[in-house]
């Protein structure tokens, strides 16, 4: 993501696609939104990985998505951390934070739900 920002601000590339922290980190930078969107992420898993650690996994983040659903702040210094100090736990604008436990797929490649 620092890449991607860098790139931009160089002029070597007309736009990004970023995450948090990094588009807070852009519009601290003076950068704007052009347009914003959410992803519904997909999992993959490798043959090398077994069917009951990625169930182990996959409980792991449906956990996780809980904990941030009810309050995200908590976990706001992780996502500080991860700009390198450019960004203070305030100016991390946790409402884009949207989490979501992950959805098996079928042989067909539709979700199951």
Do not use: C, N
């Amino acid at each position: 993501m620092p890449q991607r920002i860098e790139a931009l601000k160089a002029g070597k590339v007309a736009g990004v696609s970023l995450m948090e922290p990094w588009i807070s980190v852009a519009q601290k930078m003076g950068l704007r939104i052009l347009i914003e969107s959410h992803s519904t992420r997909s999992e993959r898993a490798g043959d090398d990985l077994d069917g009951p650690t990625l169930a182990k996994m996959f409980r792991a983040q449906a956990r996780a998505v809980k904990a941030l659903g009810k309050r995200p702040t908590p976990y706001v210094h992780y996502l500080v951390a991860e700009t390198g100090g450019i960004l203070e736990p305030h100016e991390v604008q946790s409402w884009r934070l949207l989490h979501a436990p992950p959805t098996p797929y079928t042989r067909d490649g539709s979700t199951t739900l």
